[in-house]
């Protein structure tokens, strides 16, 4: 589990990380989302042990994570611009990270070799963006993580080889536990495997939510009914938006799916869908409450 606490960083006097709490469980996925500067690369650092904050506490298994040589062979962090030796061949660099990581797995580097199809003899940096970023995959993917904390990781990656990369990923999330946490500047990206999405701006988390929970307790309403209906339908709902298209009322309800749709069924509707909303539309609703515009700060 990864715990961060009242973390605040500054750089000279700019606060970056204002007060920042969450809690990351073992073996889940965590998206953090945030518009360009809100502090995402920061923390992803502090939580990397990378950087030290301020103030607050940054923990993995309830030890601090900065400068834990033991903890650091365990967690591995693919920044936005990669970094790799220059003149390295895949296979040069491959050793250095079989030397700095105990867990190395050679079998699955062979086996992964196959399917990206990427020259080892190679130095790295004469591959292109896209390949460069599918070889840092490959080597944190073999080094076996127990912690793998990614910066805008699918950036320039074409989209059959990171359909391929997230079903890895997703994979030693689901057999041995691996966590991750993920940034992105877009919902979209990450909402496909993120079991929890927090949004950072200006250095604060604005939400969290777990999204199984998110998913399953707001839809989409659309009702019409043949006579007026009284006031108590909708006094009866949890009404986070609400408009009027023609005799349509179309609605944004909160609650479980069947408590909703039983009290609505009472008022006898000639029109009554539920649908469900994608993760971007209940992020909207959802920011809106809390006095944000979420397209202002996302993609
Ligand atoms: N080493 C540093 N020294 C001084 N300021 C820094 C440093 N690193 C980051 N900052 C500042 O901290 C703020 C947050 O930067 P950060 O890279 O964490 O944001 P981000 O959310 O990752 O942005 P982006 O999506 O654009 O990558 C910015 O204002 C940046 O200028």
Redesign the pocket.
Known sequence: MIQVQNVKKK??K?I?LADVSLKIEKGSIYGLL??????????LKTIAGIIKQNNGAVEIERKPVFENIVLKERLIFIP?ALFFFSHYTVNQMASFYENLYPNWNQERFVQMQKLLKLDVTQKIQRFSKGMQRQVAFWLALCAMPDYLIL??PFDGLDPVIRRKIKSWIIQDVAEREMTVLV?S?NLEEVEDICDAVGI?HRGELLVEKDLDDLKADIHKVQIAFKNDVDDSLFEGLDILYQEKRGSVFVCIVRGEYQQVESHINKYEPVVFDMLPLTLEEIFIYEMEGVGYAIENILL
Do not use: Y
Request: glycine share 16%; net charge negative; hydrophobic share 25%.
């Open positions: 750089f000279e700019d970056v945030g518009s360009n500067g809100a502090g995402k690369t920061t923390l936005d910066d805008e940034s500047h950072l």
